[in-house]
């Protein structure tokens, strides 16, 4: 059984380098072994999407899973350059990876990306197998052996298309493969398992026919003048745009509708605007794709992206600076 150290500190950093270590096993050894497949390492100081889109093209690579970062980063390659003969079967993991990116490597490869979806505290709990109609935006069904659920915030199943946090039920039939609890920190141990429940601390909601989308994690959510809204969504419109490679959005704080959209952008390397005008039409783009009071009313053009060791962007570190400056 899993034991978890609670939340990373100046003190308790190795125990969030095991934690990683742990999932980079159980996702890049573990799984693959236990099929009898053969796992191919490929290491470099820092990750080059050219060299990655070489060497799926040279060495015969049939399975390719990679952080959502990486595909963001690969299609704004030439990706008519390259041919990749034995690669059938792409995943991602780690974070939800923007329809458009999807798109856009299916029509540059003919190939399909699935998506898949757990927690440190789990394995994989949802996912879009390869028996499941693959729809964009979606991480897929509930993995077996698990029973997932979009409740409100006593408990009560969540209506298809209503928006509540993702939870997994854990009696009668407590699922394989859960944590037990978090070393040292009853307090929070009870907090997210408790009513026959982990709660994951993730929003997401479900459509008619049972998939599951995610919406963002619980603190990413953004209050603004009475509205909710999820940095995904408004991310996802964003890297619609040619200009834009990579986005991350944050609440930022405002006096009047206590706080609003931010955007962080990092622009595609092909762009050669001019980025005053480039801000309007962002915020254009999001009205007309989203709605229009989730438009960011704040952008901020980047060269770098903070992330995690697994490539996940870290919301928390721009938020906390938004509000603390």
């Not at 005053?276 to 438009?295: C, F, G, I, M, R």
């Amino acid at each position: 059984m899993i034991h978890l150290k609670p939340e990373v500190t100046t003190h308790n950093w190795v125990w969030q380098f095991l934690g990683w270590l742990f999932v980079g096993l159980q996702n890049s050894f573990f799984g693959p072994w236990i099929q009898g497949s053969c796992v191919f390492v490929y290491h470099k100081d820092r990750f080059e999407s050219s060299a990655i889109l070489d060497t799926l093209q040279k060495y015969p690579i049939s399975t390719f899973c990679s952080a959502p970062t990486a595909y963001r980063m690969m299609i704004q390659e030439d990706l008519g350059r390259y041919k990749f003969p034995k690669l059938r079967h792409c995943l991602s993991a780690g974070e939800p990876l923007n329809p458009e990116v999807m798109d856009r490597w299916r029509e540059a490869t003919g190939l399909q990306i699935r998506e898949g979806y757990g927690q440190s505290e789990t394995t994989l709990l949802c996912g879009s197998f390869r028996c499941l109609e693959n729809r964009p935006g979606s991480m897929g069904k509930p993995a077996p052996g698990f029973d997932l659920k979009i409740v409100d915030d006593k408990g009560n199943d969540c209506p298809a298309r209503v928006e509540g946090e993702i939870v997994v039920q854990t009696s009668p039939n407590r699922p394989v493969g859960l944590f037990s609890r978090y070393v040292d920190d009853p307090e929070r141990t009870a907090s997210v398992l408790r009513d026959n429940f982990l709660w994951t601390g993730d929003r997401g909601f479900q459509d008619e026919d049972g998939y599951f989308y995610f919406v963002g994690r619980t603190d990413d959510v953004i209050l603004s003048a009475g509205y909710r809204i999820g940095p995904f969504e408004v991310e996802s419109a964003l890297i619609e745009h040619d200009a834009v490679a990579e986005a991350a959005v944050v609440s930022s704080p405002d006096s009047v509708r206590g706080e609003v959209v931010k955007a962080f952008i990092i622009l595609s390397p092909h762009f050669t605007g001019d980025k005053e005008s480039l801000v309007k039409e962002l915020q254009d783009h999001v009205k007309e794709t989203t709605a229009p009071y989730k438009y960011p009313r704040k952008i901020q053009f980047v060269d770098s992206l903070p992330k995690t060791v697994s490539g996940k962007i870290r919301r928390v570190e721009l938020r906390q600076k938004e509000w603390s400056s």
